[in-house]
Antibody, heavy 118, light 110 residues
Framework: QVQLQESGPGLVKPSETLSLTCIVSGGSISSYYWTWIRQPPGKGLEWIGYIYYSGSTSYNPSLKSRVTISVDTSKNQFSLKLNSVTAADTAVYFC????????????WGQGTLVTVSS | QSVLTQPPSASGTPGQRVTISCSGSSSNIGRNGVNWYQQLPGTAPKLLIYSNNQRPSGVPDRISGSKSGTSASLAISGLQSEDEADYYCSVWDDSLNGRVFGGGTKLTVL
């Protein structure tokens, strides 16, 4: 069973960079599109972007200028960096794995709350 | 405003059957498989349906999904109090080259 676990600072100052890592266990890093999704308090889900093990990426156009997703296949983990954060970036951040074409169940981490505040 | 349209709320009494709709377009639901999630407060979304109508292991068969054209539906029969939660639809959008979500439907069990 694939399991994902997010880690990173829970508090980030405005204008700084939010950095999170997701460790994947129980499955191959080459089998899924590794994805970041966020959910502001009391609001819905927003797709941030994905990376494939080959390194190919796709980002939400609304965040593309500030987002970088990377993968470390040797450590079975992938990471998110979001630059120049503001209070609007305060959210629970989830990492997830989706298979090609949605032909198999996806897997999600438990999520981690990141608050942007000075 | 979400790319996928869901009703903000739905309700039913124990034992009833309720459906939640999700409306999209030819670039998303019209071309790709729809997923449905249940989210309880303070927890991660739980996958209920993938690829329009497939249930992951452990999801009871009183939960089902369907798709027709550019719309999809989630049906829950034999409604139980523990079904009270937020429900989201999601699908890949070929035009946006990204995954999109509905705004969510809050299901209340009366």
């Amino acid at each position: 069973q694939v399991q994902l676990q997010e880690s990173g600072p829970g508090l980030v100052k405005p204008s700084e960079t939010l950095s999170l890592t997701c460790i994947v266990s129980g499955g191959s890093i080459s089998s899924y599109y590794w994805t970041w999704i966020r959910q502001p308090p009391g609001k819905g889900l927003e797709w941030i972007g994905y990376i494939y093990y080959s390194g190919s990426t796709s980002y939400n156009p609304s965040l593309k200028s500030r987002v970088t997703i990377s993968v470390d296949t040797s450590k079975n983990q992938f990471s998110l960096k979001l630059n120049s954060v503001t209070a609007a970036d305060t959210a629970v951040y989830f990492c997830a794995g989706f298979c090609s074409g949605g032909s198999c169940p996806d897997h999600w981490g438990q999520g981690t709350l990141v608050t942007v505040s000075s | 405003q979400s790319v996928l349209t869901q009703p903000p709320s739905a309700s039913g009494t124990p034992g009833q059957r309720v459906t939640i709709s999700c409306s999209g377009s030819s670039s998303n639901i019209g071309r790709n498989g729809v997923n449905w999630y249940q989210q309880l407060p303070g927890t991660a979304p739980k996958l209920l349906i993938y690829s329009n109508n497939q249930r992951p292991s452990g999801v009871p068969d009183r939960i089902s999904g369907s798709k027709s054209g550019t719309s999809a539906s989630l049906a829950i029969s034999g409604l139980q109090s523990e079904d009270e939660a937020d429900y989201y639809c999601s699908v890949w959008d070929d035009s946006l080259n990204g995954r999109v979500f509905g705004g969510g439907t809050k299901l209340t069990v009366l």
